[in-house]
Nanobody, 121 residues
Framework: QVQLVESGGGLVQPGGSLKLSCVAS????????MTWVRQAPGKGPEWVST???????ARYAEPVGRFKITRNNANNTLFLQMNNLRPDDTALYFC???????????????WGQGTQVTVSS
């Protein structure tokens, strides 16, 4: 079965940066799009970013350019570099197997356990 283990979250001040990681197993990683999703308490899940299988095409929910999604297919790892963080970035961040848009996310069974990002002064 799909296994996705996120790490790298934590408490950071506004304007700070974090790099999240997601180690994948249980599927052929380099043949799947991968996605980051986040969910704040009391809110629905929100698409953050998606990257194509070979890692040369990415899409972002926010066009500003604060986030960068990458992947290393040699070690089955997905990354999300987050810069200039804001309090409203606070959420549980999940990686997910599959593609996504603002309206369609991968099934929950294809998400990891999440890593908490808290942006606060």
């Amino acid at each position: 079965q799909v296994q996705l283990v996120e790490s790298g979250g934590g408490l950071v001040q506004p304007g700070g940066s974090l790099k999240l990681s997601c180690v994948a197993s249980g599927f052929t990683f380099n043949t799947f799009y991968m996605t980051w999703v986040r969910q704040a308490p009391g809110k629905g899940p929100e698409w953050v970013s998606t990257i194509n299988p070979i890692g040369n095409g990415a899409r972002y929910a926010e066009p500003v350019g604060r986030f960068k999604i990458t992947r290393n297919n040699a070690n089955n790892t997905l990354f999300l570099q987050m810069n200039n963080l804001r309090p409203d970035d606070t959420a549980l961040y999940f990686c997910a197997k599959g593609t996504a848009t603002k309206t369609t996310l991968p099934p929950r069974s294809d998400w990891g356990q999440g890593t908490q990002v808290t942006v606060s002064s």
